[in-house]
Nanobody
Framework: VQLQASGGGLVQPGGSLRLSCTVSGRIHAINDMNWYRQSPGKQRELVAS???????TYADSVRGRFTISGDNAKNTVYLQMNSLKAEDTAVYYC?????????????WGQGTLVTVSS
């Protein structure tokens, strides 16, 4: 199983980016998918989650600006980020619980860098 994150880049304050995370491999089912982020010198923090039933939760710092969504047919989860601020600068990681023939496990993507700067 692999999680491939993409979509990061440089954006000005107030701008938008959409991150994608695609799960590939011999998958039976996908449970919750999450986006985390980590800034230099800070601990990794949970940004947003989406359950297998489509329920979503957000960190207070991004609620109202970020939207997490999923496309089950593509095994892909998205993070639409609007009204970006300098403090959103971080490496963003996707993470998810996946069922395979070997059982259930948690997997991480490789991270994608988001830089918000003028």
């Amino acid at each position: 199983v692999q999680l491939q994150a993409s979509g990061g880049g440089l954006v000005q304050p107030g701008g938008s980016l959409r991150l994608s995370c695609t799960v590939s491999g011999r998958i039976h089912a996908i449970n919750d998918m999450n986006w985390y982020r980590q800034s230099p010198g800070k601990q990794r923090e949970l940004v947003a989650s989406i359950s297998s039933h489509g329920g979503t939760t957000y960190a207070d710092s991004v609620r109202g600006r970020f939207t997490i969504s999923g496309d089950n047919a593509k095994n892909t989860v998205y993070l639409q980020m609007n009204s970006l601020k300098a403090e959103d600068t971080a490496v963003y990681y996707c993470n998810g619980g996946v069922w395979t023939i070997d059982g259930y496990d948690l997997y991480w993507g490789q991270g994608t860098l988001v830089t918000v700067s003028s």
